[in-house]
């Protein structure tokens, strides 16, 4: 079995800076692409930014130049920096991982519980 479990959230003022970080546990043989998606009230979950298992990136447009998705695959953990926060981050924060487990060897996607995180203006 497998847990992704996200921490850092929290309420800032616009301006500001949180770093989310989504750790991975269990029976992990290797971690591909790790997600991280937000859900505001009365919207749709949308994806805020994307890492590969070599390191590649992509960002939502709303985000680009304000957030740094990072991996430290040694300890099977995912970060999001976001800095310069706006009212409009404000949302519930998810990380999505594709993991291989060890037993069987196969991929399964898992989802955190998510963490929040509150922008005042």
């Known amino acids: 079995q497998v847990q992704l479990v996200e921490s850092g959230g929290g309420l800032v003022q616009a301006g500001g800076s949180l770093r989310l970080s989504c750790a991975a546990s269990?029976?992990?043989?290797?971690?591909?692409?790790v997600g991280w998606y937000r859900q505001a009230p009365g919207k749709q979950r949308e994806l805020v930014a994307a890492?590969?298992?070599?390191?590649?990136?992509n960002y939502a447009d709303s985000v680009k130049g304000r957030f740094t998705i990072s991996r430290d695959n040694a300890k099977n953990t995912v970060y999001l920096q976001m800095n310069s926060l706006k009212p409009e981050d404000t949302a519930v924060y998810y990380c999505?991982?594709?993991?291989?487990?060890?037993?069987?060897?196969?991929?399964?996607?898992?989802w955190g519980q998510g963490t929040q995180v509150t922008v005042s203006s």
């Open positions: 999505n991982a594709g993991v291989v487990t060890t037993t069987p060897l196969k991929e399964y996607d898992y």
């Open positions: 269990g029976s992990i043989f290797s971690i591909s692409a």
């Open positions: 890492i590969t298992s070599g390191g590649s990136t």
